[in-house]
């Protein structure tokens, strides 16, 4: 039987290497890999694609990304790329003007590098938009940026108490100064309009064309529910499955309310049944353990330091009591319901993983694959746990390098010591732990080969500044495998992320090999052709 799509000229990355040249496509699987016997199963109808000296891998995979809140940012006031106050100030004031029908300005992607201490203040949009309030979350959304009307509007005063799960910024007087840390976003956020569900399906699918273009044919979406005033993409992705506008294979990770206890398990087991369809399936539990470090909110077995080197009383913010977590992570995981853990500060992670023990302990074994996201500092007493349980490191490589948010908002609060615990990409693989990886996108890039670039040298595109512990650096193979065959192991695509016979036709070609150039050349690299299923879904020459 002829192949109904051939790829010749290799190279291809195979589980054996770059040995192949050439791969049959039949239907919506790979047929055949080898060399030149290969091109015999090439008839009058079969599209033949020469590679000329192009890679031909498996299609990469996003183990955590936001593609709905992504797509709906990049048609509001998208912020991201600016660096400076002024330059962010000045995006707002633009679209504001661009947009007077709009009732509030809302959108975001400020970087908290930009003002002072990461924390803008309430003057700074009231000089841009003094009509209209404004709702702005950071890059990270783990804050948000509001004008004086926003907080008006939200009757946020200096008698307001901060929620249990977050704080509102104030200004030495106790004024709010303008920025709201974590579960406080939500005093503002849910006042803002909800986009529609034609707003969001909208967004999935410009989200989808996007995460294609960068080569992404499978990805699991951290949050499917409502948190903070997030849109819940729930309908749309089931939308998009049931009509087949949904090209990507995507899991849902659904949200575990962190304001309730067990009695929402049921619900999750309900809404797994309802959501899944298609290409979308919701088998997965969202736990997120604490915040992030650059605003004090990421759990640690130690206190933060101040300015000036002194330990403080502050470990950071834990969300779910950890009595409580092992239980609701063991009757989950014997559900069949896999664990995705944000886990930032080393608190969380220790946290995560026991348990995860705990799940083992009373469950016994299981194909569940828990993952635990970010990892920005593993206390190294806990790097081997993640092999001996079973746990997946699921890494967002580009934050593994100096930046200003880096280098002025968080090594000098976690100390030299901890400092050199985070993002142990390097350590947790020679231990023999499972490495997924994703981008928290609109958090950072989308983009993997930026991602393995940083994973690979430990210093963002272009930069220049000094490499971020070297140890941890890993090779060019294995950064591609975790964004391959380790985040679709996450996903539990288990006929995906590898180019072999039986495998499913998702298949990147990239414009070169990144094995024949430069290293410092890996992010210069761009897709040129993406396939799910043996099927075209991207082509540069089209774009």
Known sequence: MYADLLFTGGPVLTPEGRTATAVAVTGDRITAVGRDEVHELAGPRTDVVDLGGRLLLPGFQDAHVHPVPAGLELTQCDLTGTRTAAETVAAVRAYAAAHPEREWITGGGWSMEAFEGGTPTKELLDAAVPD??????????????????????????????????????????????????????????????PATPADRLAALLHAQRHLHALGITAWQDALVGEFLGMDDPSEAYLTAARDSSLTARVVGALWWDRERGAEQISELVERRAALSHGRFRAGTVKLMLDGVAETGTAALLEPYLDKCGCATTNRGTSFIDVDQLHKYVTELDALGFQCHFHALGDRAVR?????????????????????????????????????????????????????????????????????????????????????????????????????????????????????????????????????????????????????????????????????EGPPEAIAEARVALTYVGGEAVYAAQLA
């Open 132 to 193: 209209r309030p404004v709702y702005l979350p950071n890059r990270d959304h783990h804050g948000a940026w509001v004008n004086s009307r926003a907080l008006a509007r939200a009757g946020i005063t200096r008698d307001t108490p901060d929620p249990a799960d977050g704080r509102i910024e104030r200004d030495a007087s106790g004024e709010p100064s303008g920025t709201l840390q974590e579960g406080a976003m939500q005093l503002v956020g849910r006042l803002t309009p």
């Open 351 to 515: 946290d995560a993983l026991d348990a995860i023990e705990a799940a083992r302990a009373a469950n016994g074994p299981s194909d569940t694959r828990p993952h635990l996201a970010h990892l920005q500092v593993v206390h190294p007493d806990d790097v081997p746990r993640f092999a001996r349980l079973g746990a997946t490191a699921n890494i967002q490589p580009l934050w593994a390098a100096h930046e200003p948010q880096m280098d002025e908002l968080t090594i000098p609060f976690l100390g030299a010591r901890r400092a050199a615990w985070q993002y142990p990409f390097g350590a947790l693989l020679r231990s023999g732990a499972t490495l997924a990886a994703g981008s928290d996108w609109p958090v950072s890039s989308p983009d993997p080969l930026h991602g393995i670039h940083v994973a690979v040298h430990r210093v963002a595109p272009g930069g220049e500044a000094p490499v971020f512990l070297p140890a941890e650096r890993i090779g060019l193979a294995e950064a591609l495998t975790a964004y391959t065959a380790g985040s679709a192991y996450v996903n539990h695509l288990d006929d995906t992320g590898q180019v072999r016979v039986g495998a499913l036709a998702d298949l990147v070609v990239l414009d070169r090999d990144p094995f």
